[in-house]
């Protein structure tokens, strides 16, 4: 096996016997290389070893970990890869098995006998889930010379205001061993790029996703957005202008410019739906809808404001209830909506989808494509409003919030559609008069043909089945 040039934590991870070990630290810090070590390590040494590795969706699992599993592990060691039951049989018998723990079970979960188990982002898992495994760790391993191991559960994870806070920093239980992480000691398997840009955030961001600090003097309020970010976006905040029916103007519509819309629909009884517009050549909030509507009158302003701002193509989140705003946006024959890119596991081929759909995955994508904005000083939020959502909008191990959303009580709706409104903007710098210009991306409304060309039938995500071992 490769030998690797680990640095202090990653081999007090590996060299730790106690029952529960969290590695919780910054990006890029080497906790998935320390983690994929440990597993084939208790795998080779303890016979007949049963693991279970998971992540919350097991799409994240499979490009991240599981891929880095089968990339560092030699082939020489594995008797066996069952892809259908995602499942690996090393050659003396002990076996790991790789899941997606969105849709499990109780029952099914109880029914486990474990010798270890690895949770990737730990933070995106409920402490009831936890529990349960926490309950399975009872198979008895015992190396070649007939000496008995531990059964541990390993946990990775980002810095958070959770139920990891208080097992690891609060309770402080013998049972847990705390290994706190930072990028800079894994600096030197790091693109010199990625340290800068990094380096280059505000401290407060630092210290949690560059330093790896985990405590709670930084962590107060749990606050996703750095203090900076927000003090610096209300020097822009303005009363509109002007008024598109119920709908605020900040600034008229300019010849040549491009615009783009954020969409956050609800129901319309408890949460508001919003409608955000942005002018992607210089930044600002232009327009802004706010109100308790139902999603297919949603689509009615929708086209209204898109239609005022030279056909802005729509970012529409379409989880859900957003279903019902796209279908009507068809029947009025607004074009140019947002397209991504899925993979479709029954054609096996990547397919196109309108809308934006937010998962686990697209989340902190969505977030951290804003975050780079405000570190250009790019976006003018002129809703003041919004800002206010930006310092109530947090860290939690609720799952419904994919790990970041709305303090109990408050809302997040007008965030949401600002930054799907700024999603794939690009920011960049003019090397000869350092002024920051934007170029705004190619649009990727549907350009060729209509709605005939993307059929609804086919773009509206099919539900799945919600058991513990299909994904």
């Known amino acids: 096996m490769k030998e690797w040039d680990l640095n202090q934590r990653q081999l007090e991870f590996l060299q730790s016997d106690k029952k529960y070990v969290a ?26 070893n049963y693991g279970l ?10 490009d991240t ?23 690996v049989t090393f050659i003396n018998g002990s076996q790991l098995i790789f899941r997606g723990l969105k849709d499990v079970k109780k029952t099914e979960v109880r029914s486990l006998n474990l010798g270890f188990f690895a949770l990737e982002q730990a933070e995106e898992i409920e402490e009831g889930l936890f529990n349960e495994l926490a309950a399975c760790l009872r198979r008895r391993i015992k190396d ?11 946990f990775l994870a980002n810095p958070a205001m959770g139920w990891l806070y208080r097992k690891c920093k609060q309770e402080r239980s013998p049972e847990w061993d705390l290994i706190p992480g930072s990028m800079l ?5 790091l693109s010199e790029g990625f340290l800068k840009s990094m380096m280059a955030m505000p401290e407060s961001w630092k210290r949690i996703f560059v330093y790896g600090e985990f405590d709670e003097a930084i962590l107060p309020g749990k606050q996703v957005f750095p203090i900076e970010y927000i003090r610096q976006l209300r020097t822009h905040v303005r009363e509109p202008i002007n008024k598109l029916v119920d709908i605020d103007i900040y600034k008229e519509p300019e010849a040549g410019h491009e615009y783009q819309m954020g969409i956050d629909p609800s129901e319309g009884a408890e949460d508001f739906s919003a409608i955000k517009v942005i002018d992607k050549n210089t930044g600002e909030e232009v327009a802004s809808y706010v109100s ?9 302003k929708v086209v209204k404001v898109g239609h005022y701002f030279s056909t802005a193509k729509a970012v529409l989140e379409i989880n859900g209830i957003g279903l019902a705003t796209l279908t009507k946006l068809k029947d009025l024959n607004y074009e140019n909506v947002f397209v991504r890119e899925e993979y479709d ?13 937010t998962t686990h995955a697209s989340k902190p994508l969505l977030i951290g494509h804003y975050q780079e904005l405000l570190g250009a000083k790019y976006p003018k939020i002129r809703d003041e409003k919004t800002i206010e959502e930006m310092k109530t909008y947090i860290y939690s191990d609720e799952v419904r919030k994919r790990g970041m959303g709305a303090e109990k009580s408050y809302h997040d709706d007008r965030l949401t559609a600002i930054m799907l409104a700024y999603w ?3 920011a960049v710098y003019n090397p000869e008069d350092k002024e920051l210009i934007i170029r705004p991306q190619e649009s990727q409304g549907v350009k060729e043909g209509t709605f005939d060309d993307l059929k609804l039938e086919n773009v509206i995500d099919q539900q799945t089945g919600k058991h513990w071992l299909s994904h």
């Not at 590795?53 to 499979?62: A, E, F, H, K």
């Not at 000691?185 to 398997?189: D, G, K, M």
């Open 345 to 357: 596991k029954i054609a096996k081929k990547m397919t196109k989808r309108l809308g934006w759909r």
């Open 65 to 87: 970990t599981e891929k880095d599993f089968f990339d560092i592990c030699p082939q020489k060691y594995i008797r066996s890869h069952n892809k259908q039951e995602k499942q």
């Open 185 to 189: 000691e894994n600096a030197t398997n």
């Open 53 to 62: 590795l998971g992540r919350y969706n097991y799409s994240d699992l499979r």
């Open 144 to 154: 070649v010379d007939g000496k008995e191991g531990n059964q541990q559960g390993f």
């Open 23 to 48: 590695y919780i630290g910054g990006r890029g810090a080497g906790k998935s290389l320390a983690l994929v070590l440990k597993i084939i390590q208790l795998e080779l040494k303890y016979p007949g």
């Open 424 to 426: 794939e903007v690009k």
């Open 292 to 300: 308790r509507i139902q999603p297919d009158l949603l689509a009615f």
